[in-house]
């Protein structure tokens, strides 16, 4: 099986009231329109398919090689397809939000919940997010009805390259002016806290879904950046940042021709221009552009002088071999 070279999906227009024009004036995307918030880079959700630009499924939905040969591409028959890849763009801050674990998300509205990561491509100066909440002088649900959700938001300043780790239950907001890589489960499993008063084109605000915020909301989460653990490889080396249940997040460090352990299939979102390939075959990879790499996909490797971010699903008893004391290092391997 190849390299699929895939074409995003997007969220637009009122779907995103807070985005931008940088998806397509920075990193060359081909946008719909205006306020372009999201690029929704592999994608399985219904109507919001990412397609395959090449080879035996060129112009095809990924639902179609999924169809075919589910396992051959995920290297796994856990359904629905786990995870989902973005690029956003925030002109405009996010709402202040909270995604629900499994077990709630299933019972309460039959998905999944919802774990994310993000790496940050860009940030303007100045520019924040809001990244768990700040010790409460009172019970959560006391500090909301009071109106008091604002002022208890823990705020940092990220910049380009950081690494934020978002667990289902952690009180969360994207600040205007920063773009972001997210890998997250494949869900919109999201209860929003506030919206900062925005209405839509109906002049109605968006929907708030305080109970549910606050049923899974976890006050006892304090994290900062994650640094990560770096190994050599041939061809250069990987850092590795988070690897949870659920998904896997690294940089590749390439210097020369890496292979791509593809035990599961992987997401490459090289940051220059590359080529990558397999036996039998090679294709080239613009900046910001990303290759779904089949489980089945024979001898897969990147070449370049490049830094290229890699999501896949976790295979944590390998890694923590590999890294030994260092597994520490890496959110969500030890626990």
Partial sequence: MEIFKMRPAYRWGEMTPWGGDRLAGWLGKDTPGDRVGESLEVSDLKGLESVILNGAYEGQPLSKALEDDYAGVTGTDKHPFPLLLKLLDAKDILSVQVHPGDEYALKTDGKLGKTEAWMIISADEGSRI???????????????????????????????????????????????????????????????????????????????????????????????????????????????????????????????????????MCFVTPLEPCVMGWDGGEIEIGAFETALVPAACEHPYIKGNLAALMSTLPDNESLKAELNYRAGLVAGLEG
């Avoid at 909440?133 to 938001?153: Q, S």
């Avoid at 920063?178 to 919109?188: F, K």
Wanted: charged share 25%; with cysteine.
């Fill in 130 to 264: 809001a990244y768990g909440l700040k010790p409460l002088d009172k019970p959560l649900d006391e500090v909301v009805a009071e109106g008091r959700i604002e002022e208890c938001l823990n705020w940092v300043y990220p910049k380009a390259g950081d690494v934020y780790y978002i667990p289902h239950g952690c009180v969360h907001a994207l600040g205007g002016g920063v773009m972001v890589y997210e890998i997250q489960q494949s869900s919109d499993a999201t209860y929003r806290f506030w919206d900062w008063g925005r209405v839509g084109k109906d002049g109605k605000p968006r929907e708030l879904h305080t109970q549910k915020a606050l049923d899974v909301s976890r006050t006892d989460i304090s994290l900062g950046k994650m640094e990560g653990a770096t190994v050599l490889r041939e061809g250069g080396s990987v850092t590795y940042f988070i690897s949870d249940e659920n998904f896997c997040l690294a940089r590749l460090n390439v210097c020369g021709k890496m292979p791509i352990n593809n035990k599961y």
